[in-house]
């Protein structure tokens, strides 16, 4: 990450770095945080919990808008299933990236990357390939059939979806730095479970967790927060206290 020198660089890096988790219940509350926020960040994630309520409405009230939408569905199925279903996430022009499984196979992600280009040959939808999920623990792996350490199934997982032709990875902060020394600046890493350093979260489930600053100076493309920004009283406030952890700790 190149060295930010002051506040107002790190409110550009929020802006252009920081994906906005939408993970609220409904549409209006999705709309509301949305609008708060303009000017202030400028990518937004919808993921299972709005898409599986409101499908495609979701996102054709987000072209009004001027932001870019991570559409965050983790698809895993059979490769025609998957590669019909990216064509489809292609003709929404506020998608700008979508997620698919690593695990699914390589044929798979093939099929997803051959999807959004016919479902738009020009601009198409950057397709992400999660690896390890960030909930997972390294004590969680041999309860899923995975008999090795998690550094090393992440890594097997990024070789398959890379080759395969995914533009980038879905990885904790923790494999950020091998990732990069594996893969060199062209992959795009998306780091979810993104902390704010003294800050508790209620019920958190993440388990491979660190902080805006650190996670970009270890070689993150962009981060994904959302409960530190949602649940806070002031969203607007927490933004900036983003952009100070940036300056401070990159």
């Not at 599986?52 to 559409?71: K, N």
């Not at 795009?188 to 003294?198: A, D, E, F, Q, S």
Request: hydrophobic share 45%; proline share 5%; with cysteine.
């Amino acid at each position: 990450m190149k060295k930010i020198e002051d506040l107002e660089a790190a409110r550009r890096a929020v802006r252009e770095q920081v994906i906005v988790a939408l993970d609220v219940p409904t549409m209006e509350e999705a709309l509301g945080l949305m609008d708060l926020l303009q000017g202030r960040a400028r990518f937004f994630k919808i993921g299972h919990r709005l898409f599986t309520r409101y499908g495609p409405r979701i996102l054709e009230a987000c072209e009004d808008r001027d932001v870019e939408i991570f559409l965050d569905l983790k698809l895993y199925d059979i490769p025609s299933v998957v590669g019909d279903a990216c064509a489809h996430i292609s003709g929404h022009e506020s998608v700008f990236m979508t997620t698919v499984h690593a695990s699914g196979g390589p044929e798979m992600v093939e099929a997803a990357v051959e999807g959004v280009r016919r479902g738009r040959g020009s601009r198409p939808v950057q397709v992400i390939a999660v690896t390890a999920l960030t909930s997972f623990s390294e004590n969680d792996l041999p309860q899923i059939g995975v008999s090795m350490r998690m550094q090393d199934w992440a890594a097997r997982l990024a070789d398959s979806a890379l080759g395969a032709g995914a533009d980038g990875l879905v990885s904790s902060a923790r494999e950020v730095p091998s990732f990069r020394e594996s893969y060199g600046a062209d992959p795009i890493l998306v780091t979810p479970g993104i902390r704010l350093k003294n800050v508790a979260i209620a019920g958190d489930d993440q388990q491979r967790i660190d902080t805006p600053g650190r996670t970009l100076a270890l070689g993150a493309s962009m981060l994904v927060m959302g409960r530190p920004i949602y649940q806070a009283p002031d969203p607007v406030e927490v933004i900036e206290v983003i952009a100070e952890s940036i300056l401070e700790e990159n």
